[in-house]
């Protein structure tokens, strides 16, 4: 007698959160890849924020990576996902539209894994929707922390080292860094601090 490998139906959310520097993409990459070694049909996603950021991959910090699309809104990426895929890997969850959750949804019930990896708070540390809503509706989180650049501590917050108020700042490195509740200090991205 054969036995069904998946059951069709069964679908469920996954979601990653933590802060820059946490391991996020380094686990949101392994669980993709070990279910690629299982020859799962997998599909792996990122947002398309900023044209140099076009690279047709997911690369961590630690430079581990995976072949990924671009796509511009979450509607497009239910639009993308084939019949026949079984996982669905999401990086950058935090800068898609607030659509996001309802799309995990909807792969859900038509039976994929969806993991989704994103920060869970911005620069001053407020929840960065969408990712409050989905960690709402996921079946499975995972928190993962840094380690703070200042004390050595395990670190919760993406520290910005650049005065700007614009809660989507993407560039060069040394922009961000990983600290902890204690060396966290939202007011040094303050455009008006003076140093
Ligand atoms: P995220 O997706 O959460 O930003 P990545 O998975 O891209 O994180 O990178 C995690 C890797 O970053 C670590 O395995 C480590 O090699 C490197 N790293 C650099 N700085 C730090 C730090 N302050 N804390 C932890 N890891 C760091
Ligand atoms: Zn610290």
Redesign the pocket.
Known sequence: MEVARKQPDRGWIEVVV????????????RRLRRAQIARQKVQIFKPLIDDRYSADHI????D?RIASENVRTSDELVAKVLPETEVVGI?EGQFFDQNLPAACNTLADRGKRVIV?GLDQDYLGRPFEPMPQLLAIAEYITK?L????VCGDP?NHTQRLVASSDRVLVGASGMY??RCRHCFDPTLAAPNTTR
């Open positions: 933590g802060s820059m520097y946490s391991g996020k993409s380094e686990e949101l990459i690369v961590s910090h630690s581990m990086d990896a993962t840094a380690i703070c650049v670190a860094e990983a």
